[in-house]
T-cell receptor
Framework: AQSVSQHNHHVILSEAASLELGCNYS??????LFWYVQYPGQHLQLLLK??????LVKGIKGFEAEFIKSKFSFNLRKPSVQWSDTAEYFC???????????FGAGTRLFVKA | GAVVSQHPSWVICKSGTSVKIECRSL??????MFWYRQFPKQSLMLMAT?????????EQGVEKDKFLINHASLTLSTLTVTSAHPEDSSFYIC?????????????????FGNGTRLTVT
């Protein structure tokens, strides 16, 4: 069965620190990969997505993610976090040709000012 | 961007009653919508895929008779929690794939409603 694993449930960083959130998925076929973010009191919104092509994708607010097919990974990175990045981040996978999206458990990021 | 509107945002009901939650796509047509349930400090769990004009597809372990889904039009899907019990208390979220001006596909990112917090007393 398709599954998504996020390595860190809680991350606390100081402003300007670098961020990397791990995401691994299990599915044998071709997938579309997403990172969603949920800011406090708001609904989920798309941060970035990968369908094909360059495995390094850039999203909004300085975030990027790298798809490594051999490792079934899609880690999220940001070189320098800000206090406003405090949120919960979800990795998600959809198999191509299907519509069902499976989410990881989420990572709560708290950035200290 | 594509907007999904969910109503109500919160509801409190007594055990044994039924609650209907609406999910509307405001500026696009959605042949498929998804209903998720989110427990505190946990991820979104897909409950069912709502298909316009046909029966919903439920995930394993989700009771079809408990969680009735109707997708009567291209812009509206409803989830009815029947004979609600306290263990049904949760945060329910609907979503739809959308890229404005294009047919929905698995490449389309999900757009989420604001969610409905259901409390059953």
């Amino acid at each position: 069965a398709q599954s998504v694993s996020q390595h860190n449930h809680h991350v606390i960083l100081s402003e300007a620190a670098s961020l990397e959130l791990g995401c691994n998925y299990s599915y044998g076929g071709t997938v579309n990969l997403f990172w969603y973010v949920q800011y406090p009191g708001q609904h989920l919104q798309l941060l970035l997505k990968y369908f094909s092509g360059d495995p390094l994708v850039k999203g909004i607010k300085g975030f990027e993610a790298e798809f490594i097919k051999s490792k079934f990974s899609f880690n999220l990175r940001k070189p320098s976090v800000q206090w406003s990045d405090t949120a919960e981040y979800f990795c998600a996978v959809t198999n191509t040709g299907g519509f069902k999206t499976i989410f990881g458990a989420g990572t709560r990021l708290f950035v200290k000012a | 961007g594509a907007v999904v509107s969910q109503h109500p945002s919160w509801v409190i009901c007594k055990s044994g009653t039924s609650v209907k939650i609406e999910c509307r796509s405001l500026d696009f047509q959605a042949t498929t919508m998804f209903w998720y349930r989110q427990f505190p400090k946990q991820s979104l769990m897909l409950m069912a895929t709502s298909n316009e004009g046909s029966k919903a597809t439920y995930e394993q372990g989700v009771e079809k008779d408990k969680f009735l889904i109707n997708h009567a039009s291209l812009t509206l899907s409803t989830l009815t929690v029947t004979s609600a019990h306290p263990e049904d208390s949760s945060f329910y979220i609907c979503s739809a794939n959308a890229v404005l001006g294009q047919p929905s596909s698995s490449n389309s990112p999900l757009h989420f409603g604001n969610g409905t917090r259901l409390t059953v007393t």
